[in-house]
């Protein structure tokens, strides 16, 4: 078992994953400035994309512990932040004198105080709970049950990411009705989409823990957020 402060290593496939990681959380960011009707569900168009988020978040949790899945969560909030500084500035930039579509880029990528911290706060809540609940459960179960240990955190992490981004986001924009329809639409979608890939989870969790010779259990560790050492 691994305890704080283990020795560095080196791992072939980590990377990896920190970049699809990255790139599933800034890609959703921005597809999420749509609102979708698909089959009686309405939900943001970041929804298709973002439950990997936390199949990502699983496994890394699961083969390389909360420690590595804790500097990768501070790095997708650092990444999110960059990216909407940017989207600002350069909305805020004056567009050229043959370009018309300034409106059009303020409409989609404009800098939205409200949506961006919305974004932030629930992602936040929601990757850290559901590191800390796998992680805490793959103690409890001494490793065994990892579809019920993905699922389960899956359920409390999205549903405080659900439901403190659309209160913060949405709240006395949306009919009541409406943002209730939101918040249930996409809470139902991103855990079932958790539950159709646990196969996919399994084959990947097993081939990174052969592949990379490891299997982290977080005993002693601390859990606190904010400390990134490793």
């Known amino acids: 078992m691994t305890t704080e402060n283990p020795p560095i290593k ?51 949790t699961e083969v390389y512990g909360y420690r590595r899945s804790r ?28 370009w018309p579509h300034q409106e059009a880029f303020t409409n989609i990528l404009g800098f939205v105080p409200r949506i961006v911290l919305a974004s932030l706060i629930a992602y936040f809540a929601g990757e850290f709970s559901n590191s800390f609940t796998l992680s805490k459960l793959k103690i409890l179960t001494r490793g065994r049950f990892l579809w019920a240990r993905t699922i389960s955190s899956t359920l409390i992490g999205q549903g405080l990411d659900t439901i403190i981004f659309c209160l913060i986001a949405f709240y006395g924009t949306l009919p009541t009705a409406v943002l209730t329809a939101v918040i249930l639409s996409n809470y139902i979608f991103k855990c079932s989409v958790e539950i159709l890939f646990t196969p996919i989870t399994y084959m990947l969790v ?17 859990y606190n957020p904010f400390r990134l050492s490793i």
């Open 10 to 60: 080196h791992y072939r496939y980590f990377d990896i994953l920190v970049a699809l990681f990255v790139a599933v959380l800034l890609i959703s960011n921005i597809a999420s400035t749509k609102i979708l009707s698909l089959w009686k569900f309405t939900f943001d168009g970041g929804t298709i994309l973002f439950p990997l988020s936390y199949i990502f978040g699983d496994i890394l």
């Open 206 to 222: 097993g081939f990174l823990k052969k592949k990379e010779n490891e299997d982290v259990y977080d005993v002693g560790v601390n």
């Open 71 to 98: 500097r990768v969560i501070w790095l997708g909030f650092a990444t999110a932040i960059l990216m909407s500084v940017i989207f600002y500035i350069v909305q805020l930039l004056p567009p050229a004198a043959d």
